[in-house]
């Protein structure tokens, strides 16, 4: 082997060596700075409690707010869904007649489905609506009184639609074709405005959670942050003559932040956790009550009952330890300057 040979292999050796050594450097670095942010964490053990309670409940809220808004939008979506304009014709009305006139509504761009039934399928329609009954229906078919039910009972026919507030069209087709106006059901309007009021109704709950939600949120991210903030000037303060001594013997920035980093991310992990477990149970707990009050919670439900929980958990924690770090730097960042 030459000299240069032998040399380059020497400067290869060493150069290696010095990777691994800095490899080992860095995790050791990494080690300390984690025992050190842990043992900080239990030393101000009041401190860490507060700031863990003040995310924990900023966490809650919106955690809240989400499931709030989601559960209610997707009530609001669910009586939309539901809701038909119902139009009511002469007892007797023709299925020909019928057929003609859904054939005119089902061209209109807003009409999702039409469904008409004529006399007949209204008065057993009728009688299944009120089979528990038993006395009612037997009186009802008595062929005298089927006979008087028919002759007074109106055809209808209900119309979905793809937007409830654009309806506009329907009414023109309703109230100006002949077919329409000649077998009307003077006695009973259509019913364009049903549930209206409701949907209308829980839809500006929904907003009102969302915002309202998002307002509190913000207040108590805010709290949080100041409290986190504090919490880490204190710890700086208390351990100033320790920070100074560091600084001497030459240890950067990055291993003097550390631990404070590690204290309050420990602060959202931990504040992460309690929050989503708080926010899962009570959901389980009120979702029955929920169900039977008609609010649709299968969006909500599809999510928390399944391994979709894991990456709620994950996104809780990730929040937590996001406002923790960023409340940690500003704390520090004019320390070190």
């Known amino acids: 082997m030459t000299a240069a040979n032998h040399k380059s292999t020497n400067v290869k050796k060493h150069l290696n060596a010095m990777s691994k050594n800095s490899k080992l450097h860095r995790l050791r670095t990494t080690r300390r700075i984690i025992k050190y942010g842990t043992i900080s964490f239990t030393r101000n053990v009041w401190l860490s409690i507060a700031a863990t309670l003040v995310m924990t409940i900023t966490l809650i809220?919106?955690?809240?707010?989400?499931?709030?808004?989601?559960?209610?939008?997707?009530?609001?979506?669910?009586?939309?869904?539901?809701?038909?304009?119902?139009?009511?014709?002469?007892?007797?009305?023709?299925?020909?007649?019928?057929?003609?006139?859904?054939?005119?509504?089902?061209?209109?761009?807003?009409?999702?489905?039409?469904?008409?039934?004529?006399?007949?399928?209204?008065?057993?329609?009728?009688l299944g609506e009120n089979n528990k009954d038993t006395n009612l229906v037997n009186t009802l078919k008595d062929a005298e009184m089927e006979e008087i039910m028919l002759n007074s009972m109106q055809a209808t026919m209900r119309i979905k639609v793809h937007d409830i507030n654009n309806i506009d069209s329907i009414k023109n087709i309703v109230n100006s074709n002949q077919q329409f106006i000649d077998n009307l059901d003077s006695k009973k309007p259509p019913t364009y405005d049903i549930n209206r009021a409701e949907?209308?109704?829980v839809t500006s709950w929904a907003n009102m959670a969302k915002n309202g939600g998002l307002v509190l949120g913000i207040i108590f991210l805010v709290i949080s942050v100041l409290v986190i903030f504090n919490t880490i000037r204190m710890a700086i303060f208390s351990r100033r003559e320790e920070i100074y001594m560091m600084k001497l013997v030459g240890a950067d920035h990055g291993f003097i932040r550390?631990?404070?980093?590690?204290?309050?991310?420990?602060?959202?992990?931990?504040?992460?956790?309690?929050?989503?477990?708080?926010?899962?149970?009570?959901?389980?707990?009120?979702?029955?009550?929920?169900?039977?009050?008609?609010?649709?919670?299968?969006?909500?439900?599809?999510?928390?009952?399944?391994?979709?929980?894991?990456?709620?958990?994950?996104v809780a924690i990730f929040i937590g330890i996001l406002i923790g770090t960023v409340s940690a730097r500003l704390a520090i960042h004019k320390h070190l300057r």
């Open 61 to 126: 809220i919106l955690f809240a707010t989400a499931i709030t808004s989601v559960i209610l939008s997707s009530t609001a979506d669910d009586m939309r869904e539901k809701i038909d304009i119902t139009i009511f014709f002469k007892p007797n009305t023709p299925d020909h007649r019928l057929k003609s006139m859904r054939d005119l509504i089902k061209r209109d761009q807003n009409v999702k489905e039409v469904e008409i039934a004529n006399s007949r399928t209204e008065y057993e329609r009728f």
């Open 199 to 201: 949907i209308e109704t």
């Open 258 to 314: 550390g631990p404070f980093l590690i204290e309050a991310q420990l602060c959202g992990l931990i504040s992460g956790i309690i929050a989503t477990t708080i926010g899962f149970f009570g959901f389980k707990f009120f979702a029955p009550n929920l169900e039977n009050y008609g609010i649709n919670i299968e969006k909500i439900s599809s999510i928390l009952f399944s391994q979709w929980l894991v990456v709620v958990y994950l």
